[in-house]
Nanobody, 123 residues
Framework: QVQLVESGGGLVQPGGSLRLSCAAS????????MGWHRQAPGKQRELVAV???????NYVDSVKGRFTISRDNAKKTVYLQMNSLKAEDTAVYYC?????????????????WGQGTQVTVSS
C-alpha cells in the first residue's frame, strides 16, 4: 500500500519557523511532482508549493521569499521550510505526490495525499 506520512506541524509564534516533512513509501516505481497544499478554516484548499522531479519549483505568491520546498529523491521525501510565519499561514497542510505505483501486475499513475498536519501561527 502506498502511503505519504507527514510530520513537523505544530504551534508557533508569528515570525517563527517550522519544517514539514513528507515521506512516501510502498510499491512506488517513479515520483514526479511533489508538493504541499493547505486548507484554512472556511477556505478552499490552495497549492502552496510544488517541486518537479527535475527540480523546477513554483510557489503561491503569498509565501514567496518565506517558504522553501525541497526534496530528497533517494528518501522519497519532500520538505517545506516555513520561515517568517504569519497568522494567515494557519491551516492544515497536506503533502501530495504524483506517482507511478504498482498494483499487482498493473502500473498506475495518480496523485496520492498525506493525512494532513496542523500548522497554527499564534501568539
Amino acid at each position: 500500500q502506498v502511503q505519504l506520512v507527514e510530520s513537523g506541524g505544530g504551534l508557533v509564534q508569528p515570525g517563527g519557523s517550522l519544517r514539514l516533512s513528507c515521506a512516501a513509501s510502498g510499491s512506488i516505481s517513479s515520483i514526479y511532482d511533489m508538493g504541499w497544499h493547505r486548507q484554512a478554516p472556511g477556505k478552499q484548499r490552495e497549492l502552496v508549493a510544488v517541486i518537479s522531479n527535475g527540480g523546477i519549483i513554483n510557489y503561491v505568491d503569498s509565501v514567496k521569499g518565506r517558504f522553501t520546498i525541497s526534496r530528497d529523491n533517494a528518501k522519497k521525501t519532500v520538505y517545506l521550510q516555513m520561515n517568517s510565519l504569519k497568522a494567515e499561514d494557519t491551516a492544515v497542510y497536506y503533502c501530495y505526490a504524483d506517482m507511478l505505483t504498482l498494483y499487482g501486475p498493473s502500473i498506475r499513475r495518480s496523485d496520492h495525499w498525506g493525512q494532513g498536519t496542523q500548522v497554527t501561527v499564534s501568539s
